[in-house]
């Protein structure tokens, strides 16, 4: 049975200051149903009516939500959502959606149904309410709070739409059995579906097509089916990996041997995955899609041919001749960092192009140009050979090659940490007042002891990586053997770091600069163009610092990677893939991205004013975010309750003095699984920001500052390709400069 897809849609997915709105025609080729947001508060949501007529005209079924608001009376609420229909309810029910963290005096599941009662007093008579929740969510404001079971089994009657962002399924919390519709990622592709923002919320239905009629009284046309399942695929490699989501972040949940054929079921959106199924239904998950060969039609007889490889079976393929690629842990194997890397018949520019290899790509290699910049390889599957330059393959076995060591700040977790209480403290050579001073400390650094064997003295270390001898009377201990869950230390004039370990409701390591604005050493940059347009060569944010020598820096916006027929090594010759941004941009008062999007813009002028969407009038430097999260000191309504993920902030104080630089790892069970976007606006609320931004995220989040040795330290841990301390290769960035 394949679930029906459906997006649910506001405001954010329409840009206003572009003519056009949602493009519902586009939308219906790609989805059977849509929910369209109605309000909050006591604010409709301003593109709600084009929306809901629109998507009428287009001929798509439609429900709506209200973002239920605890901080203004629920009737109320609900007298102003009726009004947004104007007597036009859909054809599919109307949701509460219960996420609300503001805390107000109608919180709470007693006044949900307060909510629902009387919303169902004004509507007609029969037309079907539902209720949008999280799972975790839903059991802290309702049974942990002690509700009455016959009061719980009250909300029973309503539809559920749960929101969980897993490839395996929902939770469904009590009183429910099972959920209606599942908003399964927030991370959509916008423009396939006829939107404006790049990113959209997308839902499951329940069932196929035809329940989906029924359930709701209603007859589509065909039901579109982006990846038609049902294709035969035979596994190409030794062992394949079978994951549970469409990424090298997900967990593995087992392998498929060498010609074992499998069921494709779905595939993400640019189709580098493919969900699969065992022919006997054994293990479903997701594989790379590089490593399985399109049979067609129906399964060879008896599903599988011999496990060496060397068998005959009738699925077009013969094993005579050929040996099984080699595994893994030989030695040898590269994988691709472009996003499309050329094959040529020899080692140079000059030879002819044969094909490509894709990003992340392993292959193995044969053979090595006398210089060794070009490497002869070989894929895996054996079905491509050639010469492809070296600099765009990294040694799947050469730990230097993933990680630089030398970047990443020690945690230290053995060692006794100390704060400092007074106004300056030298670092000294020795332990002693005699011996040279090497640096000082500031009141209130936090740092940790690398040595108390001399009475009277401690050896610390900085975060830029320098360390020295200080007196012990100025330092008090703030924690034993472990690092404190606050560490904060005066890295430049007007910019402190500050980390901070939280450990609920997961746990979460953050990072922030906090950067003084009325500062007269500051300079900011944001990577530029060297050719002034929007292609720019990928770096990492630790290169980018050190290539422009500056003292901090962040990953910026978004970018895309290019297709094969712009060439790396012409474009980008000191290397780095080409990447286009996807946003506004401009660098040393040169734009060289002038897209209108609906994206949040950062306008830095030459004397470091800085604004939030607001354009000024002469444009110096510009990067671009992703979305707000924060808006006079609020969190922004209705952000998504998405899957904890690393993530990059930017915000500003209420007086414009303060810039809120935030970086959260993700991804790394046990350290740091990273934040939603709600969560990320209540951490930049917490370090006073009043307008605050999402910048780029997941793999491209890192933060790094310059250290003594003038190299770049990394002071969180990025995570590229399932790698923790790894950083990823970036479209742009935004850097500080600390005059002398």
């Known amino acids: 049975m394949a679930n029906i897809i459906g997006p649910d849609i506001s405001f954010y997915q329409d840009d206003p200051e572009t003519p056009q709105g949602v493009n519902f025609t586009k939308m219906r080729e790609n989805a059977l149903f849509v929910i369209v947001r109605a309000g909050q508060n006591l604010w409709g949501d301003r593109d709600f009516k084009a929306n809901w007529s629109g998507a009428k005209a287009a001929g798509l079924p439609r429900g709506a939500y209200w973002f239920y608001d ?54 007609p008579n029969g037309k079907e309410i539902g209720v949008y929740t999280g799972y975790y969510y839903w059991l802290e404001n309702t049974v942990a709070t002690g509700i009455p079971t016959a009061s719980l089994n009250y909300f029973k ?70 990846t038609p399942p049902g294709k035969n695929y035979r596994v190409t490699v030794t062992s394949l990996k079978v994951r549970s989501g469409p990424g090298l972040s997900y967990d593995q949940i087992g392998s498929i041997k060498l010609n074992a054929v499998v069921e494709r079921l779905e595939s993400n959106a640019d189709e580098t995955w493919h969900k699969v199924r065992t022919l006997d239904g054994s293990l479903t998950g997701w594989s790379f899609a590089a490593y399985l060969q399109n049979l067609g039609g129906t399964p060879p007889d008896g599903g599988e041919t011999g496990s060496g490889g060397s068998g005959t079976g009738t699925g077009g393929e013969t094993g005579s001749g050929t040996t099984n690629p080699p595994d893994e842990e030989d030695i040898d194997w590269y994988r691709v960092t472009a996003s499309s890397l050329k094959i040529r018949t020899g080692p140079g520019l000059e030879y002819e192009s044969i094909g490509t290899f894709k990003f992340g790509e392993l292959v193995e290699k044969l053979d090595a140009s006398p210089d060794n910049q070009w490497l002869k390889v070989r894929s895996k599957d054996g079905s491509k050979t050639g010469w492809s330059f070296g600099e765009y393959l990294v040694s799947v076995h050469d730990p230097s090659s993933e990680t630089p060591p030398s970047t990443t700040t020690p945690e230290f977790n053995d060692r006794n940490w100390y704060k400092v209480t007074t106004s300056t403290l030298n670092l000294r050579e020795s332990p002693n007042l005699a011996s040279k001073i090497l640096g000082t400390l500031t009141k209130n650094d936090v740092v940790p002891a690398l040595d108390e064997s001399n009475p009277g003295w401690v050896k610390t270390q900085k975060l830029d990586g320098s360390s020295g001898w200080c007196s012990r009377d100025y330092l008090a201990q703030v924690s034993a053997a472990k690092r404190p869950d606050s560490v904060t230390q005066v890295l430049f004039p007007g910019v402190t770091y500050l980390r901070k370990d939280l450990t609920s409701p997961r746990p979460i390591v953050v990072h922030v600069l906090a950067i003084d604005l009325q500062s007269q050493k500051l300079e900011f940059l944001v990577t530029p163009s060297a050719n002034n347009t929007d292609v720019l060569c990928a770096r990492a944010t630790s290169k ?79 990067v671009s975010g992703d979305r707000l999260v924060v808006v006079e000191g609020q969190v922004v309504k ?103």
């Open 544 to 622: 980018f610092l050190e290539e422009f020598k500056l003292h901090a820096a962040i990953n910026g916006g978004y970018f895309s990677y290019l297709d094969a027929s712009y060439n790396p090594s012409k474009l980008c010759p000191n290397g780095g893939d080409p990447v286009r941004i996807s946003d506004y941009a401009a660098s040393r008062g040169k734009i060289y991205s002038n897209k209108k999007t609906a994206q949040p813009v950062i306008h830095i002028g030459k004397k470091n004013q800085l604004s939030i969407n607001p354009k000024k009038p002469a444009v110096f430097n510009a």
């Open 70 to 123: 605890s901080r203004i009376d629920p009737k109320q609420q609900a007298e102003k959502w009726v009004s947004m229909f104007e007597g036009d309810f859909g054809e599919l029910p109307l949701f509460g959606d219960f996420e609300d963290n503001y805390g107000g005096p109608y919180k709470g599941w007693r006044h949900w149904y307060d909510f629902l009662e009387r919303f169902k007093q004004l509507i």
């Open 638 to 740: 209705n952000l998504a309750a998405q899957i904890p993920n690393p993530r990059t902030g930017l915000g500003l104080s209420k007086n414009g003095r303060w810039l809120t630089l935030m970086v959260v790892d993700g991804r790394q069970p046990g350290y740091s699984e990273g934040v939603t976007f709600p969560e990320l606006a209540e951490l930049l609320i917490s370090y006073g920001v009043h307008t605050g931004a999402n910048m780029d995220g997941g793999g491209s989040s890192t933060m790094v500052m310059r250290g003594y040795d003038g190299k770049a330290r990394v002071l969180n841990s990025p995570i590229d390709m399932n790698q923790p301390g790894r950083e990823r290769l970036v479209g742009n960035h935004l850097g500080l400069f600390i005059k002398p």
């Open 157 to 226: 009657q309503y539809p559920l739409w749960i929101a969980a962002y897993n490839p395996t399924g929902p939770n469904v919390p009590k009183p429910w059995d099972d959920w209606t519709l599942w908003q399964f990622t927030d991370n959509g592709d916008g423009p396939k579906h006829g939107v404006e923002s790049l990113n959209i919320d997308l839902n499951y239905f329940n069932g196929d097509q035809a329940a989906f009629e029924q359930r709701f009284g209603l007859t589509l046309g065909p039901a579109p089916i982006p």
